[in-house]
Every structure is written in structure tokens, then in C-alpha cells.
């Protein structure tokens, strides 16, 4: 009996020295742009978070949880505030909602699936995630991003065409995209792209032009742009979405804001331009491509 309530006992303490770095919340906390978090909510979001987001988020949000390890794309580390696909321009504070879309839709191709939450439940785990990085979120004067507005897309389904023929242009003459992914034109159609838009033939071209170029991000690591063709794009399936994401950039990456770089109908065109080249994912098409552009 007392050997038993000994060891009850010493559970006890044991549980509550694991427990010691549990920090409940006692107060509320006003976040940027004014989001208003109770307490409640962020005691809330913290349980949710430890059950379901802590594995490879890690206990402080540092991105090192256990299930981390071995992970090709490595989880968001929650403790420097910079988030890659938010919808606002790389490097702004991302809105509620723009979380909400990605524990909605999840991001493809990677370990961050999508989350079957209710939005009370998102709210909460949002919340608490801000708590990781107090000196990015905390405060009135906090700003949020400016949200990008989704303009009307000038070409629409009618002209899907023109935008994929204008796209092809923006994307290997105007804004040069090759220069981190790749060209997907072979080096006669580049040339002629470039003396059509900028009245220069090309005779001098980049032999790693069909290369797919590793760049650095602000957490170290390093990142691979996709090959549209082959690679998943996270956080995009429609042309919407794709518009959104080169106005916005990938924060953090060295995937740039295209916003007030190319002209918006240009976004637009390379917005479609990019779709197209997804849709040609385990098509024939896509082989066919290919072996154009290698003669
Ligand atoms: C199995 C591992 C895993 C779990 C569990 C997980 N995530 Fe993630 N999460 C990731 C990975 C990997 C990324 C990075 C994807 C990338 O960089 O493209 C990520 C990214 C994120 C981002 C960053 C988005 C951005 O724009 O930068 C947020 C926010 C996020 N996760 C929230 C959550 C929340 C909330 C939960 C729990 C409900 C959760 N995650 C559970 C793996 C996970
Ligand atoms: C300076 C290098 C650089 C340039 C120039 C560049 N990108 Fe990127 N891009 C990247 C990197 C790096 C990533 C991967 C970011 C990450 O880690 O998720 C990326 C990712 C993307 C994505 C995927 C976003 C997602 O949701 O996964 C799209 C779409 C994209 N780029 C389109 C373009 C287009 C179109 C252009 C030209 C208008 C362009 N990029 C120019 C570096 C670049």
C-alpha cells in the first residue's frame, strides 16, 4: 500500500516537472491588424496545436519536432514570423484567412497536409502560433500585408490561347523566369520570343537554361524552384491561385513579388502560361514537349 502511494507520488512530481514548460495563458493578447485573441482561444489553439501540429512543428514552433527528421521540405519554423505563401507581397504579415486556406487545402507536395478543423478551432491554432514569435505579431501597432486584390482576368477561358502564347513571352523574354526555373522553349523559339519582345536575337544562350537553379532562403536551407512540369506547386491548382502567388512572391525565398515588376494583364498571362505548363503533367504532351525543346 504505502510502496503503491510512494509511487503515486513520485508520478506526481514527475508529471508535473514534464509539465513545467507548459505555459498556460492568463491573458488575452492583441495581434496584428488588430486581431483580437482571448485567452481562452489561445489555451485553445495551443491544445489542438500540441496534438495535432507539435510532431513536426516542434514544442517551441521551431520547425524541430520529432516527425521533422528526414523531411525533404522541412516544417514552417513558427519562431522568425516569415511565412512563404501568404496573399500579400513577400515579406508582409500574412492575414487569418490566408492560413485558413492552407489548413483547408493543405500544401501539395508536401508533409503539410490539409486539416479537417473548424474554423473556431483554426482561429485558436492560428492564434497560438503568433505566440511563437511575439516581437513579428504582438501589439496594436502591428501591421498586416496589404492583401492583393484578384483583378478580372483580362483573357479568360475565351482567350486561353493568346494568354498561354503572351505567357510564353513574359515568362522566357520579359520577367525571364528561366534564370531560377527553367525554359521550357527550345533555342530557336527563344530567340525569336526575345527579337519579338525586346528586338534582340539571342546567339549567346545560357547552357544552364534548362537547368532548374537552387536558391537560398531566410531559414538556411536551401529551396528548389519547381519544374512546372514535373513538381508539385504547393500552393496553387487554378489560374487564380497562380496570379495570387506571383503578385504575393514566395516569402522568405528568393521567389520574388511580381507585383508592379511586369504589367498586371502580363501576370495574367503568365499566370495561365504556368497552369498550361502543369497541365502537361503524366501527359504525352509533356514528353512531346520535351523532345522539341532537346533537338
Ligand atoms: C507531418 C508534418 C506536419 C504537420 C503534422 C503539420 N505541418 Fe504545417 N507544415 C509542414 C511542412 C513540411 C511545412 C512547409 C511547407 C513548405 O515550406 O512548402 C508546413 C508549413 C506550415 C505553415 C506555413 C505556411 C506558410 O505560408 O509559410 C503553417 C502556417 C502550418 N504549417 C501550420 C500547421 C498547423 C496549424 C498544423 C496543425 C494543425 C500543422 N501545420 C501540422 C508539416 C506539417
Ligand atoms: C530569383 C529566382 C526566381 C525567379 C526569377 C522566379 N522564381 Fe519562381 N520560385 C523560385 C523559388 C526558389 C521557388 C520555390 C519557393 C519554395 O521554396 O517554395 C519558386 C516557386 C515558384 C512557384 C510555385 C509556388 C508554389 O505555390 O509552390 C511558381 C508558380 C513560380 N515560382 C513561378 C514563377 C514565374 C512565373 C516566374 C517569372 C515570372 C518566376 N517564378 C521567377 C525562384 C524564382
Redesign the pocket.
Known amino acids: 500500500m504505502r510502496k503503491a502511494f510512494k509511487l503515486l507520488i513520485g508520478f506526481s512530481v514527475l508529471a508535473s516537472l514534464v509539465g513545467c514548460g507548459e505555459k498556460h495563458f492568463l491573458e488575452d493578447k492583441v495581434f496584428a491588424g488588430g486581431v483580437y485573441a482571448p485567452k481562452a482561444a489561445l489555451n485553445k489553439g495551443k491544445s489542438?496545436?500540441t496534438e495535432?501540429?507539435m510532431?513536426?512543428?516542434g514544442v517551441n514552433g521551431d520547425g524541430h519536432?520529432v516527425?521533422?527528421k528526414g523531411?525533404q521540405?522541412?516544417?514552417?519554423d513558427?519562431t522568425k514570423g516569415?511565412?512563404?505563401?501568404?496573399q500579400v507581397p513577400t515579406g508582409e504579415l500574412?492575414h487569418d484567412g490566408?492560413?485558413y486556406k492552407?489548413?483547408k487545402e493543405g500544401?501539395h507536395g508536401?508533409?503539410?497536409?490539409p486539416?479537417d478543423?473548424t474554423h473556431d478551432q483554426m482561429f485558436a491554432?492560428?492564434q497560438y502560433?503568433k505566440t511563437f514569435a511575439p516581437a513579428v505579431w504582438e501589439g496594436k501597432d502591428k501591421k498586416l500585408g496589404t492583401a492583393i486584390v484578384v483583378t478580372k482576368d483580362p483573357y479568360g477561358p475565351a482567350h486561353e490561347s493568346s494568354a498561354i502564347q503572351r505567357g510564353k513571352e513574359v515568362y522566357h523574354a520579359v520577367a525571364n523566369c528561366q534564370s531560377c526555373h527553367r525554359a521550357y522553349v527550345g533555342h530557336k523559339e527563344f530567340s525569336d520570343i526575345n527579337l519579338k519582345v525586346n528586338g534582340e536575337k539571342v546567339t549567346d544562350f545560357d547552357p544552364d537554361m534548362y537547368k532548374i537553379k537552387m536558391q537560398e532562403t531566410e531559414w538556411g536551407f536551401k529551396s528548389m524552384p519547381p519544374e512546372f512540369t514535373w513538381d508539385f506547386v504547393?500552393?496553387a491548382t487554378t489560374v487564380q491561385d497562380l496570379y495570387i502567388r506571383l503578385n504575393a512572391g514566395v516569402?522568405?525565398t528568393a521567389m520574388p513579388s511580381w507585383k508592379d515588376t511586369i504589367s498586371d494583364e502580363d501576370v495574367w498571362a503568365v499566370a495561365h502560361y504556368v497552369k498550361y505548363l502543369m497541365d502537361l503533367k503524366n501527359t504525352p504532351a509533356r514528353k512531346a514537349l520535351m523532345d522539341s525543346i532537346s533537338k
Open positions: 489542438i496545436y495535432y501540429c510532431a513536426c512543428h519536432g516527425a521533422a523531411l521540405v522541412p516544417p514552417r513558427f516569415v511565412f512563404k505563401f501568404g500574412p490566408d492560413f492552407i489548413l500544401l508536401t508533409a503539410m497536409l486539416w478543423l491554432v492560428v502560433i504547393r500552393s516569402g522568405g
